[in-house]
């Protein structure tokens, strides 16, 4: 069955079960759907038991995506791996504290569950959560124990885990709650690395025990975070509540588990650059709520778009949606929030910093992108792409459209919609939901009603999407964001319309929003609408 994920995606799902005959058949019907390389396609992905493709709904005709998936659904895939990767592990201890309590658990000796762990060949059935993050399975019954009833706030990179029948390694620290059964030294994610992930779908992985952690390999090199650049054009006084570098995202990796981030309202985004001439996915600044203070130390073009956070170039005020100059040596300060949360900063020719796995965009979770992987600090020197400061008079776009405390946000029905009855969706669009303070770039906990599910069953992990609204037991929506994981293992009733994305993104704790179901027509032709507005001022 093909299901729609919004208007830009497209899930085929297989059996429901999690079976290495079925993921191996997902696998396939990725690889062909690559193959055919229908135009506008940004990611193809397989999971456990679906196919979920990624497309530029204004350059893509939907129906070509049908015919891909389509064409591909007869591939069956063979149960040979492509590769068998060995990882050796140190058990219990520190480097593992939770093998006593799943002994516990299990009944049996803390020497017997490592004995039952490393006798199993591992298949690699998908990649999510964070860079190089494998599920691998099938752990043996005896010693599958569930997640911990409570997650860590902390979870060491390397850790080797169980949950249920699943196991895998943290590629990073992190969050989680999966059992904590070992560690090792061996890197299942590394940028700098080539190739940067050590397994993809379809491998298999064996662990071997070790004596020790030193035994596992070498330790991790430290991060240069000590180091100051010498030059560049933009000098960062203030960095602001959260600024970081963003261009319009990391296509191409959510099989592995790399989240797309970008903006979060990708038409201020993009209409910052416009107005400078700059290509649409020149990285700019995204300034959030409190703004940063910042010197240019080399005469530049600029422009600002998104939301009003009363900027002033040497405490002269800034118009919105209107490119300007600024001589070398000028300080742009951002104050009060007058409207909307995210601004976009855009400066002639764009950032400079280095490009990861294809992109500038910065993911804070995984440290990848941006400057160094992280939002800006006081003393950051970002470089400038060399450009051309135009002499011609200012260039400036018309208001856009703008979240005035709150948003009614059109929604398609889907991806998981199977999980829910008519029930459900009435329930999201008669609700007027609050964006909770626990809220962020990778999502919105929304307050002040619920959804509930019409069955209590599992879901299997799947392909989650920007503007899923993910319903966990509890009922209270999740709105998935610009730095969500790649999967996630809470149903999706619906999913908010790339036009309306921006607005979403605009939105900030104690914000309202409502949700409204419309068409595929309707959401296509606001897509083209909005389009439209964008092209008139390039």
């Known amino acids: 069955m093909i299901r729609d994920a919004g208007d830009s995606a497209l899930v085929l799902e297989l059996e429901p079960r999690i079976d290495a005959a079925v993921n191996a058949r997902a696998i396939a019907i990725a690889d062909a759907v690559r193959r ?9 992905v397989s999971t456990y038991r679906s196919v979920a493709v990624f497309f530029d709904a204004v350059q893509t005709r939907i129906e070509a995506v049908t015919a891909a998936l389509d064409g591909a659904a007869g591939e069956r895939g063979g149960l040979s791996p492509a590769r068998t990767v060995e990882v050796p592990v140190a058990y219990g201890g520190e480097a593992g504290p939770d093998l006593r309590d799943v002994a516990a658990q299990t009944g049996l000796s803390e020497a017997e569950v490592i004995r039952r762990h490393s006798d199993v060949t591992y298949r690699v059935f ?46 990073q620290e992190t969050p989680g709650g999966w059992q904590l059964i070992g560690r090792t030294r061996v890197r299942p994610f590394d940028a700098s690395r080539t190739p940067a992930f050590l397994v993809a779908a379809g491998d298999q992985v064996r662990f071997i025990p070790a004596a020790s952690l030193e035994d596992t390999g070498p330790p991790a090199a ?68 409190l703004g940063p203070e910042l010197r240019l130390e080399q005469d530049a073009v600029l422009a600002i778009a998104g939301a009003d956070l009363e900027a002033t170039l040497d405490h002269s005020p800034v118009a919105l949606n209107t490119a300007f100059r600024a ?67 200012r260039r400036t776009a018309p208001a856009r459209a703008r979240a005035d405390g709150g948003a009614r946000l059109r929604v398609l029905p889907g991806p998981q919609d199977d999980f829910f009855d008519a ?34 069953r599992e879901m299997i992990s799947d392909t989650t999407v920007f503007g899923g609204i993910q319903v966990p037991q509890s009922g209270e929506p999740i709105l998935l964001m610009a730095d969500r994981q790649t999967s996630g293992g809470y149903p999706q009733v619906a999913t908010v319309i790339t036009a309306d994305l921006p607005l979403a993104g605009q939105l900030a704790p104690g914000d309202w929003v409502e949700f409204s179901v419309c068409t595929r027509r309707e959401a296509m032709a606001a897509l083209i609408a909005r389009e439209g507005e964008l092209l008139a001022i390039l």
Request: hydrophobic fraction near 40%; aromatic fraction near 4%; charge should be positive.
């Open 222 to 289: 430290a991060a240069d975070t000590a180091r100051d650049d010498t030059s560049g054009g933009l000098v960062v006084i203030r960095p602001g509540m959260l600024t970081t570098v963003q261009d319009l995202g990391r296509w191409g990796y959510q099989d592995r588990g790399v989240p797309v981030a970008g903006p979060m309202d990708a038409a201020a985004h993009r209409l910052a650059n416009a107005m400078l001439g700059n290509p649409a996915d020149a990285a700019t600044l995204e300034v959030t709520l």
């Open 327 to 393: 001589r070398a040596g000028a300080t742009l300060r951002f104050g009060a929030r007058r409207n909307g949360t995210r601004a976009y900063l855009a400066i002639g020719g764009g950032i400079a910093v280095p490009p990861i796995l294809g992109s500038r965009a910065t993911h804070v979770l995984s440290a990848i992108g941006g400057h160094r992987g992280r939002p800006l600090a006081a003393g950051d020197r970002l470089p400038l792409v060399p450009h051309a400061t135009p002499s011609s008079s």
């Open 36 to 44: 055919v390389a229908v135009p506008g396609v940004r990611d193809v």
């Open 126 to 171: 998908m990649l999510g959560f964070v860079p190089g993050f494998a599920y691998l399975g099938v752990v043996d019954e005896s010693i599958a124990v569930p997640r911990r009833s409570s997650p860590r706030v902390r979870v060491p990179g390397g850790s080797v885990a169980i949950a249920g029948r699943q196991t895998g390694i943290y590629p």
């Open 423 to 456: 029930a459900a969706l009435d329930a999201l669009q008669r609700t007027r939901f609050t964006v909770s303070s626990q809220s962020n770039r990778m999502a919105y906990r929304l307050t002040g009603g619920h959804v509930h599910r019409s069955t209590h």
